[in-house]
């Protein structure tokens, strides 16, 4: 008799699986480039079969001069020069579409990688400094490159040789270096907390107004504060005492 999958098998393998937006840009992007440029290959081979009967004609040595005779001047047909000068035409003209799109691609690809690159810098680093220390990294140092698939890199010197290492451990080898110092912010200092204020001491100068003992105490100094005051008021009722 067969038996049933239990319910932790079924829901196991009935869970979906989910891609980042970073995975699925990557992805789109890697199929998009090799699709264009499987494209352009086969446009180009068959752009070739197409204008290889026209250049084998147009670059035909003419035929040699009737003998006995004056030699004729032999010039290629005005249809088949418009043909060559449109056909070279398109050929530029991809060639500048095919620049053009790269040019793009390849500029997205960097926008995205530099606001990556300050958004990791961001919490770490003084905010004033953010800008001249992404840009210093991404197009002076050139530290950021880029994998065949499109994904960032940071180049960083290893102890043998240069590692490219993803973007987020590299700014984190970066920060714990030398060079990073400059940039991040000071440690916070930890100071003492501020000294209470210090009562009147006994026998010193007092204030002209009668104490008021009908009021809560609330803090230790008002504490201290009182417990000074009520001395004092002891201290001057035994020295006039002891006058009379």
Do not use: C
Not at 39 to 44: A, G, M, Y
Not at 97 to 107: D, L, Q
Not at 204 to 209: F, R
């Amino acid at each position: 008799m067969p038996t049933e999958p239990d319910d932790a098998s079924q829901n196991a393998s009935a869970e979906p699986k989910y891609v980042t937006a970073d995975e699925l840009g990557n992805m789109v992007n890697a199929a998009v480039t090799s699709h264009t440029k499987r494209l352009e290959k086969q446009f180009t081979a068959a752009l070739e079969t197409a204008l290889k009967p026209v250049h084998e004609k147009l670059s035909a040595p003419p035929p040699p001069p009737p003998s006995g005779g004056e030699e004729k001047k032999v010039t290629a047909a005005p249809e088949y020069l418009a043909l060559q000068k449109q056909l070279e035409e398109m050929k530029a003209n991809l060639t500048r579409e095919a620049e053009a799109r790269a040019n793009a691609e390849r500029k997205a690809r960097e926008d995205k990688a530099f606001g990556e690159l300050k958004s990791m810098l961001g919490p770490q680093v003084r905010p004033e400094l953010l800008d001249v220390l992404a840009s210093h990294l991404f197009a002076v140092d050139k530290r950021v490159d880029f994998e065949d698939d499109g994904t960032p890199v940071f180049k960083w010197k290893g102890t043998y040789e240069e590692e490219r290492l993803p973007l987020k451990d590299g700014i984190s080898q970066f920060l714990k270096s030398d060079a990073a110092k400059p940039f991040l912010p000071a440690p916070a200092s930890g100071g003492a907390p501020p000294l209470p204020k210090r009562s009147p001491t006994p026998g010193g100068p007092q204030s002209s107004a009668k104490p008021d003992y009908s009021k809560p105490l609330q803090t230790d100094d008002e504490k201290a504060q009182r417990a000074q005051q009520r001395a004092a008021e002891m201290a001057a009722k035994l020295a006039a005492a002891r006058k009379t």
